[in-house]
Nanobody, 118 residues
Framework: QVQLLESGGGSVQSGESLRLSCAAS????GIWPLRWYRQAPGKARE????????????KYADSVKGRFTISREKDKNVVYLQMTMLKPEDTGVYYC???????????WGQGTQVTVSS
């Protein structure tokens, strides 16, 4: 059974940065494409970024391109989401998900809250 655990959320001002981490138990994590989602209050969960199993390929939502970077450290079973130039509309609960490149995977973390104030 794989477990995903997000961390790194917090409350920041507009324009600041945060780095989220998704740590996983289980050896299969290293061969999974991973996805970051977010959900704002009263809104549907939306895909933010995806990274391939080898970390070479990435995809981003248009709303975060140029500001967010997804990366992974395979030997540590960790995927990161570096968020810069944060905006109030980036506020929400951020979730790690896998495995999945084109579609969501089965496993979800519990989420970490990001709050950006203007």
């Amino acid at each position: 059974q794989v477990q995903l655990l997000e961390s790194g959320g917090g409350s920041v001002q507009s324009g600041e940065s945060l780095r989220l981490s998704c740590a996983a138990s289980g050896s299969v994590f290293g061969i999974w494409p991973l996805r970051w989602y977010r959900q704002a209050p009263g809104k549907a969960r939306e895909l933010v970024a995806v990274i391939s199993a080898d970390g070479v390929e990435t995809k981003y939502a248009d709303s975060v391109k140029g500001r967010f970077t997804i990366s992974r450290e395979k030997d540590k079973n960790v995927v990161y989401l570096q968020m810069t130039m944060l905006k109030p509309e980036d506020t929400g609960v951020y979730y790690c998900n896998g495995p999945g490149w084109s579609t969501p995977g089965t496993y979800w973390g519990q989420g970490t809250q990001v709050t950006v104030s203007s």
